[in-house]
Each structure stands twice: as C-alpha cells, then as structure tokens.
Nanobody, 116 residues
Framework: QVQLVESGGGLVQPGGSLRLSCAAS????????IRWYRQAPGKEREFVAS????????NYAGSVKGRFTISRDYAKNTVYLQMNSLKPEDTAVYYC?????????WGQGTQVTVSS
C-alpha cells in the first residue's frame, strides 16, 4: 500500500536550518508529483512546495521562496525539503502528499519548531 513517512523535524533556533525527508513506498515513485504542506496550530493546512515527477519543475509558496528547496532522490524514493533561514512563523507540522490515481495520500507529519 502507499506509504509516505516524514522525518527530520525538530527544534531549531531562528535563522537555523533543517532538512525534512519523505520516504515513499507502495507506488511507482518516478511517476508522481510530490508536495509538502504544513499546518500551524489553529490554522489551516497550507501548501509549501511541490516537485514534478521528473524533478524538472518545482513550485513554492511565496512565504518560503528563496529559503526552502525541494528535491528528490529516485534511488532512495525520497523527497527532501531543505529549509534555511527558518523563522518562528515556519513552526508547524509538515506533511508530504501525493495524488495517485485520484486518491490523496498523506504522511503522519513531522513537527518543526523554530524558537529561541
């Protein structure tokens, strides 16, 4: 079955960096776009970044553009989100997402907390 497993979250000071990972299994990884979303306490889940099936196209939310980079490793079936210059407002649970044959799949999420 389709599985998306996030890891790499944690507590980091403002200005710091983290790299999140999303390990995918149960589907043909190279055929599907993968997205990252996040949800802060009391707020709706919001789009963060996406990467096309070929890796040739990426998109970012305006709030993270220039600070976050999404990439994928086909040998490891893993998508990464490199987050630099982190701000307190980046604090949220981060989820990876894939739409596969008209169904939406989500991971369990990984907590990112940016605080001094």
């Amino acid at each position: 079955q389709v599985q998306l497993v996030e890891s790499g979250g944690g507590l980091v000071q403002p200005g710091g960096s983290l790299r999140l990972s999303c390990a995918a299994s149960g589907f043909t990884f190279s055929r599907y776009e993968i997205r990252w979303y996040r949800q802060a306490p009391g707020k709706e889940r919001e789009f963060v970044a996406s990467i096309s099936s070929t890796g040739s196209s990426t998109n970012y939310a305006g709030s993270v553009k220039g600070r976050f980079t999404i990439s994928r490793d086909y040998a490891k079936n893993t998508v990464y989100l490199q987050m630099n210059s982190l701000k307190p407002e980046d604090t949220a649970v981060y989820y990876c997402n894939a739409r596969i044959q008209y169904s939406m799949y989500w991971g369990q999420g990984t907590q990112v907390t940016v605080s001094s």
